[in-house]
């Protein structure tokens, strides 16, 4: 009656193991470290920069416990701080032998001790939120009003071509707000005009505002391209935060829409709150000018002369002098979008850009006046130049589309064009708030919920050990698996931890022991009616299932929704919570049932089990009656 089979007890020494092996990484500490990242969006950071790090290292005699990298940084780790901040400076002079003109971010960090078979397997620590680990916090107002006349003003230039283009004459367009408002001659024309709107600018809605001798129209971005519009803004001042925030030496930040228009951006373990402002109110710029391939600029490109005047040098990804004229034919202005993609001809990899109508006009221009030269795309960071790619113009490209393609990987092209695409926000942001929290205040916090959990884990162990007896002791250890599990699924999630986390994980304890104290109850309640020891246990666990699916499964709901509709510390404490109910029915029920089943299961004559007391009314009362 009360056997497991085989294939149980396997699942339960495999949900153990597991759990043990990525709960452990969180117990190995922290060791000081140098991380290394890009400050800039044209720098990589790969293997060639690690044999770099690796050489200046060996020739300063300083050897690292380990040398990671993650794909954004390189972590050097080291055992103690004064060798973490000798390496600092070998590397820093190894990467960036021009301080003024820096190519890499060099940051003390923190990293963990855990082996490299664990983090081979991605056996790695839970992130340590801001509350505990300490940083900054800010809250960012993104001026949605601001991309949006942006967005208008490009639509407008677009109807002017338009409408000059299908020969329909006008008195005049200009944009009021978000609103484009039209004059025309006659009311023919602003039928007509009316018509190619409806056609070929979907995003507006048209409306008659003639009055008297006037023909106007007035035409409004509709509701749901507004949205739309918005929704890519914070999207793209997401993203360009997040390349932003590599300069920093961030390894775990966290960037999150908050409501419609606002972003919250928490970076832990970053103290220097001005050169935090500073990164994320960093200004990028792209500019598109011509390479000049006369012979002066030919040998200065070469190093055997100067640079021609009217001309400027950069350098490109692989780090060659192009010289290019210093007239600017684009910005980045002109430029809506960059995706990348594949030349329909050749299938190679490919940068496909989108100008607006004024961007559509220089560059058929440009491109008809200089078949078979060299445009040079730059982008501007920190008032430093770098050439993104030069292609050589093959034919007259209007429409205001535009192709990049050449000598290029996938991968190349994805970057480019997130460089292109991210490189300056999409709509101005200021921040309204700001918060700075100490490291020692991060270890206080972290002490206080530690002795939380451990307190109040020994306090419910102690107490179902003296009332429940072994079945007590049962449930103790089921309540430890259900612990060992939270913290190894939130690990391999990488979930950040944060001060409502730990407070979730008390809860969590509370709240699995729960479901053994029903087991429990209802297995006394077996007893007294009665029941045989081995019907009493197999009753028990089967009449209390129903229960406690029902509670866990009402508490689930309001977990899923506070995981979906919040944000900040209301989601951390979220996360927390629905791992710890998912886990609890596990180890609660199914581990609980196993560990009963191997102690009593496999006695036949079972004539009483430790459970406390039984109380049986019936007794008490023919006692009385005597």
């Given at each position: ?543 209390a299932w129903a229960t406690i699916l029902d509670s866990n499964v009402t508490t689930l709901i309001v977990g899923v929704a506070l995981l979906a509709f919040g944000s900040g510390p209301v989601r951390g404490f979220a996360v927390v919570h629905v791992t710890g109910i998912l886990t609890s029915l596990f180890s609660s029920v199914f581990f609980s049932r196993g560990l009963v ?30």
């Open positions: 009656m009360n056997r497991y089979s085989l294939w149980k007890y396997v699942i339960i020494v495999i949900a153990l193991l597991v759990g043990i092996v990525y709960t452990l990484p969180n117990f190995y500490g922290e060791a000081p470290a140098v991380q290394v990242s890009a400050a800039k969006g044209t720098v990589k950071v790969d293997s060639a920069t690690q044999a770099r790090i690796e050489q200046a290292l060996a020739a300063a005699h300083l050897k690292p416990d380990a040398i990671a990298s993650d794909g954004n940084s390189i972590k050097a780790r080291f055992p103690t701080p004064d060798e973490q901040l000798a390496a600092k400076d070998v590397i820093q002079k190894a990467l960036d032998p021009d301080p003024n003109d820096p190519g890499y971010v060099v940051a003390l960090n923190l990293v963990s001790r855990s082996p490299a078979w664990m983090a081979s397997i991605n056996a790695l620590p839970m992130y340590l939120g801001l509350d505990l680990r300490g940083g900054v916090h800010f809250t960012l107002q993104v001026d949605m009003q601001a991309a949006l006349t942006q967005k208008a003003d490009s639509l407008a230039g677009d109807l002017r071509t338009q409408l000059r283009e299908k020969d329909l004459r006008y008195s005049g367009i200009d944009r009021s707000g978000t609103m484009i408002e039209a004059s025309f001659h006659d009311q023919a024309t602003l039928q007509a005009a009316t018509s190619l709107i409806a056609d070929q600018f979907p995003d507006l809605q048209v409306a008659d505002a003639s009055s008297g001798i006037d023909n106007k129209l007035d035409a409004t971005i509709k509701p749901e391209a507004v949205r739309r519009i918005q929704e890519q803004a914070i999207k793209q001042n997401m993203q360009t935060l997040h390349n932003r925030i590599n300069e920093l030496g961030v390894a775990e930040p966290v960037i999150i829409q908050q409501g419609l228009d606002r972003i919250v951006v928490e970076l832990p373990g970053v103290q220097d709150t001005a050169k935090a402002k500073e990164i994320l109110g960093r200004t990028a710029t792209l500019q598109i000018r011509m390479v000049d391939e006369g012979a002066a600029a030919a040998a200065a490109t070469a190093g055997a002369g100067m640079v021609p005047f009217g001309d400027e040098r950069f350098l490109d990804l692989n780090g060659q002098p192009i010289i290019v004229k210093k007239q600017v034919l684009l910005t980045g202005e002109n430029l809506t979008d960059a995706q990348a993609g594949f030349d329909s001809q050749t299938q190679e990899p490919a940068v496909n850009l989108t100008l607006d109508s004024k961007g559509s006009r220089i560059f058929r221009d440009v491109t008809r006046e200089n078949v078979g030269k060299r445009m040079a795309i730059i982008l501007f960071e920190n008032g430093k130049g770098q050439v993104v790619t030069a292609p050589v113009i093959r034919t007259e490209i209007g429409g205001g589309r535009v192709q990049i393609s050449g000598h290029m990987t996938a991968a190349d092209a994805s970057d480019t064009a997130l460089l292109l695409r991210s490189g300056s926000l999409a709509a101005p942001m200021q921040i309204i708030e700001e918060r700075t929290i100490g490291p020692s205040l991060g270890a206080d916090n972290i002490a206080k919920g530690f002795h939380s959990v451990t307190w109040g884990f020994a306090a419910i162990v102690a107490f179902m050990c003296l009332y429940y007896m072994m079945f007590g002791v049962f449930s103790s250890l089921a309540l430890t698996v259900n612990l060992l599990l939270v913290i190894a699924v939130l690990s391999m999630l990488q979930a950040t931890l944060t001060l409502p986390g730990i407070a979730a994980m008390a809860l969590a304890i509370g709240m699995a022991i729960d479901s053994n104290v029903l087991i429990n109850e209802r297995v006394r309640e077996e007893l007294r009616a009665g029941a045989s020891p081995q019907a009493a246990i197999h009753a028990g666990y089967d009449r089943n191997l102690w009593y299961g496999r006695k036949k004559r079972l004539k009483k089990v430790s459970i406390g007391t039984v109380w049986r009314p019936a007794a008490e009362a023919v006692a009385k009656a005597k």
